[in-house]
């Protein structure tokens, strides 16, 4: 079965690090990008960025970049979104997906979805 | 805010035709690829729908997606009451140096 599982719940205070994690398996990891994706209590979708496991081609949205980091371990099927200083503004669901890519301009088609890491970001 | 806009709300009863509309400009829909996605409550996204008119395989054939100029439209045929969730579209947008953007979701209803 093809599946992406993501890390548990995480509870931080603000300025503190964390690095949630995605893991694949059922296919070839190193064959199909790998998005992350943000949503806010009660809000919609918003994309974050995009990484591409077999060579770590990474692509951020405007609005996070700077903001978060995105990589991969291909060896363990596994990729990672990352804080170095939380704020309470990041307190969401991050879900990853696999995609496939449609071109440079083309857009993804995120096929398969994690179950979702809810972070919460309080003093 | 999101680029691309979909009504907030959209409603039938069983059995109708419900369409959801998603309105963008040239630098996505109109020269991009665009897909959708259904989220069920407390569900993550599943996608309905990709490269504009294609149905992943399993999605049932009375969800149907359509693009004309800068707008995308998807349709909901034999609403059934599973089918209530919000749907998103999305596309990749060339500006500000290019990102992929989901549209503003629209929760559908069934009566």
């Known amino acids: 079965e093809v599946q992406l599982v993501q890390s548990g719940a995480e509870v931080k205070k603000p300025g503190e690090s964390l690095k949630i994690s995605c893991k694949g398996s059922?296919?070839?990891?190193?064959?199909?990008?790998i998005g992350w994706v943000r949503q806010m209590p009660g809000k919609g979708l918003e994309w974050m960025g995009i990484?591409?496991?077999?060579?770590?081609?990474?692509r951020y949205s405007p609005s996070f970049q700077g903001q978060v980091t995105i990589s991969a371990g291909k060896s363990i099927s596994t990729a990672y979104l990352q804080w170095s200083s939380l704020k309470a503004s990041d307190t969401a669901i991050y879900y990853c997906?696999?995609?496939?890519?449609?071109?440079?301009?083309?857009?993804?088609?995120?096929?398969?979805w994690g179950q979702g890491t809810m972070v919460t970001v309080s003093s | 805010q999101s680029v691309l806009t979909q009504p907030p709300s959209a409603s039938g009863t069983p059995g109708q035709r419900v369409t959801i509309s998603c309105s963008g400009s040239s630098s996505n829909i109109g020269s991009n690829y665009v897909y959708w996605y259904q989220q069920l409550p407390g569900t993550a996204p599943k996608l309905l729908a990709y490269?504009?008119?294609q149905r992943p395989s399993g999605v049932p054939d009375r969800f149907s997606a359509s693009k004309s100029g800068t707008s995308a439209s998807l349709a909901i045929s034999g609403l059934r009451s599973e089918d209530e969730a919000d749907y998103y579209c999305a596309a990749w947008d060339d500006s500000l140096s290019g990102r992929y953007v989901f549209g503003t979701g629209t929760k559908v209803t069934v009566l």
């Open positions: 990484i591409y496991p077999g060579d770590s081609h990474t």
């Open positions: 490269r504009d008119n």
């Open positions: 997906a696999r995609a496939s890519s449609y071109g440079l301009s083309g857009g993804y088609a995120f096929d398969i």
């Open positions: 059922g296919y070839r990891f190193t064959s199909y990008w």
